[in-house]
């Protein structure tokens, strides 16, 4: 008799009157013991679902050190050189944006203070080569009842509008066969970038960036770049209306 029978055998014993989805759970809570697989916390649903978010989302001390990232605040970190995430700290690239969050830091610190006039915790990062620029925005944490990271005072939201467009971008790879070289093109020709300015925001050769171009419109037989272009929003209003 293997493990799993006399893990249910037993579960029937001691629970004769349970329906078989009970006797299934029951036995799935059974085997998750002897495996010493530990339940979700509350904390651990938390995290799951910031990093079901678009935007990049930390808790922060009061220091500003991060107590939780996302995954798509790391990712957003990874791949643009405005700011980085180094020995749990978030770090921008100029003085400007170093100032700019130290204030907003400050602001949060004194909003409870009835005598402080309005502070912006808010600020935007813009960037080069046509790209929108995005925004960074730092809120006090309101505690009520049992807390998820006690220690965390404050949530940092960075908002991309280009990250809006990855859904559409990982649907064009599902549906044409592009590859990420490909669907980041599109991405990036959407949002009226030209293939000289994505050229040079990647580092690669205009050339590199026609091969992409041509390639991707013999998988989706779109004639130009405003075609392209045109059925890319498209396929972007028609996501996020369902």
Request: net charge negative; glycine share 4%.
């Amino acid at each position: 008799m293997s493990d799993d029978q006399i893990y249910a055998e037993a579960v029937e014993a001691n629970y004769p009157c349970s329906t078989g989805e009970d006797r299934a759970a029951d036995a799935l809570s059974a085997t998750n013991r002897r495996l010493e697989i530990p339940a979700p916390t509350r904390e651990d649903l938390f995290e799951d679902a910031l990093d079901l978010l678009s935007d990049g989302i930390a808790l922060l001390r009061r220091d500003g050190a991060i107590v939780y990232a996302n995954t798509t605040l790391r990712h957003l970190a990874e791949r643009n050189g405005d700011f980085r995430i180094d020995r749990n700290a978030l770090e921008f690239a100029t003085p400007d944006l170093r100032n700019r969050f130290a204030m907003a830091l400050g602001a949060i610190e004194r909003v409870r203070d009835p005598r402080t006039t309005f502070l912006a915790t808010d600020f935007a990062v813009p960037r080069e080569n046509g790209l929108p620029p995005y925004t960074v925005s730092v809120r006090p944490l309101q505690r009520a009842g049992e807390e998820i990271h006690p220690e965390a005072a404050a949530m940092l939201l960075v908002h991309d509008p280009l990250q809006q467009n990855l859904a559409a971008g990982r649907m064009l790879q599902e549906l044409y066969g592009l590859t990420n070289a490909e669907a980041q093109l599109v991405q990036a020709l959407g949002t009226g970038m030209t293939a000289v300015a994505y050229a040079k925001s990647r580092h690669i050769s205009v050339t590199t960036v026609y091969t992409h171009l041509r390639r991707t419109r013999e998988k989706t037989g779109w004639k130009s770049v405003a075609e392209l272009t045109r059925r890319f929003h498209e396929l972007n209003v028609a996501l996020r209306a369902s």
